[in-house]
């Protein structure tokens, strides 16, 4: 079935820093991929998506390219601030069994220290 | 836009007893409305989809008994979880699909549930 792999955590990276977390996929249709992100105490939030092949999704100067021929929806950064400290999750949509549903990776903890 | 709550935020409850989640999407209306359970450090686990109007699918191993789901508007779903143990102890978090055909979900702000 559909899943999603995300590179283990928890990351810890000084402010300014670059960022990477690792994203990959499996899926038997043509999946939306999506990257959320949860601060503490709070709900998921859409960060950026990408629709197809190439894609390059992109908000508060996260980005994330769709590469379908390494299955892959990495998420940079090229410099982050302590307020992106939080859970992210990437995500794919596909339709399972005749439903559009969301499968998420394990998600990946981000602290960024001052 | 693509606001959806939750109530309540947090509650507590008995062994035994039934407790009721309300899911609201506040300006739109969602054809499609999902539940989604968080363990603790773990990622989310889709328990149920429902479209207003029709039953709740359920994912395979959630009990349709115990966790019930309501769509009885397309502003409005409820979660209630019936004759609560502490191992239903979980965040549980509800997302609102706006159109049919789009696949991105907005998702509410989750309600802790802790049985005792």
């Known amino acids: 079935g559909d899943s999603v792999t995300q590179m283990e955590g928890p990351v810890t990276l000084s402010e300014e820093a670059f960022l990477t977390i690792n994203c990959t996929y499996t899926?038997?249709?043509?999946?939306?991929l999506f990257w959320y992100v949860q601060y503490p105490g709070e709900g998921l939030q859409l960060l950026l998506k990408?629709?197809?092949?190439?894609d390059k999704g992109s908000n508060k100067g996260f980005e994330a390219t769709y590469r379908k021929e390494t299955t892959s929806f990495h998420l940079e950064k090229g410099s982050v601030q302590v307020s992106d400290s939080a859970v992210y999750f990437c995500?794919?949509?596909?339709?399972?069994?005749?439903?559009?549903?969301?499968?998420f990776g394990q998600g990946t903890r981000l602290t960024i220290n001052p | 836009g693509a606001v959806v709550s939750q109530h309540p935020s947090r509650v507590i409850c008995k062994s035994g007893t039934s407790v009721k989640i309300e899911c609201r999407s506040l300006d739109f209306q969602a054809t499609t409305m999902f539940w989604y359970r968080q363990f603790p450090k773990k990622s989310l686990m889709l328990m149920a989809t429902s479209n207003e109007g029709s039953k709740a699918t359920y994912e395979q191993g959630v009990e349709k008994d115990k966790f019930l789901i309501n769509h009885a508007s397309l502003t409005l779903s409820t979660l209630t979880v019936t004759s609560a143990h502490p191992e239903d102890s979980s965040f549980y978090i509800c997302s609102a699909r706006q159109q049919t055909y789009t696949d991105t979900q907005y998702f509410g702000p989750g309600t802790r549930l802790t049985v005792l």
């Open positions: 995500a794919l949509s596909d339709r399972i069994q005749g439903a559009q549903k969301l499968v």
């Open positions: 899926a038997t249709g043509y999946p939306s």
């Open positions: 990408a629709t197809k092949a190439d």
